[in-house]
């Protein structure tokens, strides 16, 4: 996993810590505190956001910042402490794109091992097409499937959520989803 760095010293009394196997039963490398104990884990990022749509069309957002800067997404970013996973991701619809929403189930959850993070995707009805973008946004649009620049989606986690809300559409009946994502420069 890459862009996690190594735990140095102790969260709760600040002694250098030693990478070892705990003597709790577990079976992988933790950072361990040599002088109180406590174990340190470093667990996955989660990603929460959202597929608003009305009708045939999705509200995506162009990216003003890094990485990928310039590229298509769905409003997404990280969860807050205190929030809820739909909580969380009305939050990021509403710092991206200004939108207005109805949220709606949960949709989709993709895995990226390599980079430490999880992806959540809930379905959200627009109330409206009145956008106003935060900061973090260039532009918020709506696209048709077949309107959506797909050679310039941020990620591929973007990219899979739509493909399956398509083909969902499509159907007329929406699932869930569940998928990893392997090693790639662009997931």
Same mark, same amino acid.
């Given at each position: 996993?890459?862009?996690?760095?190594?735990?140095?010293?102790?969260?709760?009394?600040?002694?250098?810590? %030693?990478?070892? +196997?705990? #003597?709790?039963?577990?079976?992988?490398? $933790? !950072?361990?505190? *040599?002088?109180? =104990? @406590?174990?340190?884990?470093?667990?996955?990022?989660?990603?929460?956001?959202? %597929?608003?749509? +009305?009708? #045939?069309?999705?509200?995506?957002?162009? $990216? !003003?910042?890094? *990485?990928?800067? =310039? @590229?298509?997404?769905?409003?997404?970013?990280?969860?807050?402490?205190?929030?809820?996973?739909?909580?969380?991701?009305?939050?990021?619809?509403?710092?991206? !794109?200004?939108?207005?929403?109805?949220?709606?189930?949960?949709?989709?959850?993709?895995?990226?091992?390599?980079?430490?993070?999880?992806?959540?995707?809930?379905?959200?009805?627009?109330?409206?097409?009145?956008?106003?973008?935060?900061?973090?946004?260039?532009?918020?649009?709506?696209?048709?499937?077949?309107?959506?620049?797909?050679?310039?989606?941020?990620?591929?986690?973007?990219?899979?959520?739509?493909?399956?809300?398509?083909?969902?559409?499509?159907?007329?009946?929406?699932?869930?989803?569940?998928?990893?994502?392997?090693?790639?420069?662009?997931?």
């Amino acid at each position: 996993m890459k862009n996690v760095d190594p735990i140095q010293y102790c969260h709760r009394c600040g002694t250098a810590v %030693v990478y070892r +196997v705990p #003597d709790d039963g577990d079976t992988r490398e $933790r !950072a361990v505190c *040599p002088h109180c =104990g @406590k174990i340190h884990y470093v667990n996955p990022l989660m990603v929460v956001g959202t %597929v608003p749509y +009305v009708g #045939d069309r999705v509200l995506l957002c162009k $990216r !003003a910042i890094e *990485p990928r800067l =310039g @590229k298509w997404t769905l409003p997404a970013g990280f969860m807050e402490l205190g929030e809820t996973m739909a909580e969380g991701a009305a939050r990021e619809t509403d710092e991206e !794109a200004g939108a207005h929403i109805e949220m709606g189930p949960f949709f989709s959850a993709i895995s990226i091992p390599r980079v430490g993070q999880v992806h959540f995707f809930y379905l959200a009805r627009l109330l409206d097409e009145r956008f106003e973008p935060g900061s973090e946004t260039l532009e918020a649009r709506m696209f048709a499937e077949s309107e959506i620049p797909w050679d310039e989606m941020a990620f591929l986690t973007v990219r899979q959520t739509l493909e399956h809300f398509f083909a969902d559409l499509r159907q007329g009946r929406f699932g869930v989803h569940e998928s990893s994502i392997p090693w790639s420069p662009k997931a």
